[in-house]
């Protein structure tokens, strides 16, 4: 079994976790709410905005036998450029303070998930850092379109509200059949073992952030509408 296989294999029940998500659930059953979605979306802009910087760690500290990685770094670099924009572009369009949003904090959540990204490329192993990609892309992948779908409708919000979940499900389906290649190339046991850990463990964190966003509230009718509009943080 070549070491793509292995690493869906190896993350199955944690990816499940994450899929368990009362939110995520409740969003697939189409309960959904503008305060929620702007929450996602604000949570989403405090995660995203590392993404570039996170590349250039990443690809600053990886060792010589992994040189190979720099080039494709780099390219993944050059096409996240900006996607942090598209979220607050997203907010604007629901009518969503953005500028709260790129001047505040994170929730804990995001913080922590945040932060065991730079340790473990730093303190552990910079390969780790795949781990987080293989769970933010293969998510949205899995998630984005859909969700978008069962959000917009229900809540009659603009196409331009939905272009940071939107393209990145789409434009993550070409970045997972990239990532496959990358990850069959990676030959050493010790790398291959610390990017399942790091992806076990970022399923963990990215659950915990959909565990800390607001539950729309029930409503006799359908889905709320009127819930008042918050700002707050879903990869890339």
Not at 133 to 140: I, R
Not at 214 to 230: A, D
Request: charged share 20%; proline share 6%; with cysteine.
């Amino acid at each position: 079994m070549r070491f793509h296989a292995q690493l869906l294999e190896q993350t199955a029940e944690a990816r499940q976790g994450l899929l368990e998500a009362p939110i995520i659930q409740g969003c697939l059953r189409g309960e959904v709410s503008l305060s929620s979605y702007l929450a996602f979306l604000g949570e989403a802009y405090h995660h995203v905005k590392h993404t570039v910087p996170l590349l250039y760690a990443c690809r600053a500290a990886l060792p010589e036998r992994n040189n190979w990685l720099r080039e494709p770094l780099a390219e993944y670099v050059a096409e996240e450029q900006g996607h942090d924009e598209w979220i607050l572009n997203d907010i604007r369009a629901c009518g969503g303070d953005a500028d709260a949003v790129r001047h505040g904090q994170p929730r804990h959540a995001t913080e922590v998930m945040v932060a065991y990204a730079y340790d473990t490329i730093a303190r552990r192993n910079p390969l780790g850092f795949l781990g987080m990609v293989h769970v933010l892309e293969g998510t949205s992948v899995s998630l984005a379109l859909l969700a978008a779908e069962q959000i917009q409708k229900p809540l009659a919000l603009p196409d331009a509200a939905f272009s940071y979940l939107r393209s990145h499900g789409t434009l993550d389906l070409e970045h997972t059949a990239h990532f496959e290649l990358l990850m069959n190339q990676i030959e050493d046991l010790q790398d291959q073992a610390d990017i399942v850990h790091a992806a076990r463990a970022f399923f963990r964190l990215y659950g915990d952030v959909f565990r800390s966003l607001p539950l729309p509230q029930s409503h006799p009718t359908g889905p709320m509408r009127g819930s008042p509009v918050i700002a707050a943080e879903m990869p890339t």
